[in-house]
């Protein structure tokens, strides 16, 4: 184990410093957008080292893309590689997949 | 500080915009002229896209065949150590975010408008932009990031089952979308970005901006965020004769949006890679999940 803090608390210290010191003294509309951009960055990073280790449907995924290209689509496919995806999303961007409720 | 190869030209102000490191952009003012000055950076440029020289005949043969585009003025070989190109510096907004908050509604029908004339500049005229098969193209670029992504290749294997392949080929834009195009409150004021332009089935230009990421948003308006499908298809049939349907967009939809999945995984292996770090670059691989679970939506429905 290491020493305190951890991964997930550096993170949070780096995030919180990001929020509360750079950006509000960035008065550059690009500077305030990159800021923002590796502030989400921050976010999946920690969402990823928080998350669940990933579940055994992704290790298929070479084999699935292969045949997918080859034209012989499970017929399971599309639910199937949605879950997948969800998955992914619930790291990257848990609100994107709000649209779709 | 205007630096000296700039200096020669008689530039009396010069500014770099932010943007990519594979291409500059400067704005500068000579003889009381404002300009926009394109020209190469110091990194590898992006695969599949034009040279300077090129992206400069692209826009002089839009201009000519009558394209609200920003005026060519000048290619320079060799300018500073490198080539570049000098255009009319046009005003107006092209956020995305910003011109679908209030999109003048005019818009879709202008774009329609444009769109057909850009289909109709002749070929000949640019013998260099080659023509390429859309799902081999993206499939090769797909196979360059080296990481099995099987939600695009349903979305490709979908799509090539479906699309047309009997239509003639135009000269098309290549990235025909909000935020390539300069909006001002009377409408469509100029096209830009010419630098992906190549030889292809007309449709694919017609639904690029019906691809969910480029509606900045505004979901509800499924053409770029600014107006509906309809008119807007409606009035390109009437100007090109071209029977592109609503069925077909749909398909062209869902390719677009393995497009740009791919589109954001090849940007972040630029990061990746070393030939441009960017945080905004590396975060692009991981927001092509967002497109993978649009386009398994897309033909869920379909």
Redesign the interface.
Known sequence: MPDRPNALELLEAVREFLADEVLPRQSDQ?MKF?TL??L??LG?ASRELSAEPRNSLLEG??E??RR??A?D?PED???R??E???A??R???PA??E??E | MIPDWLAELGAERAQLLPGGASKEAWAVDVDGQQLLLRRAGGSVIHQGTLTLAQEFEVLRAAHAAGVKVPRPIAYYPELGGREAFAMERVQGETIGRRIVREPPPGLPVQMAEELAKIHAIPRERLPFLVELDPVERMRRELDGVDEPHPAIELGLTWAAERLRRDRAPVVTHGDWRIGNLVVTERGLGHVLDWEFAHVADPAEDVAWPLVRAWRFGADERRLGGVGDVEPYLERYVELTGADVTLDELYVWEVLGNAKWAVGCLTQARRHLDGLDRSVELAVLGRIAAEMEYELLDLIGRA
């Open positions: 690009r990159r951009v590796a989400n960055a999946i995924d070479a699935l893309a997918i290209r034209g689509v496919a599309v639910p590689l949605k997948h995806v969800a992914k999303l790291i990257s961007n994107y997949l649209k779709y």
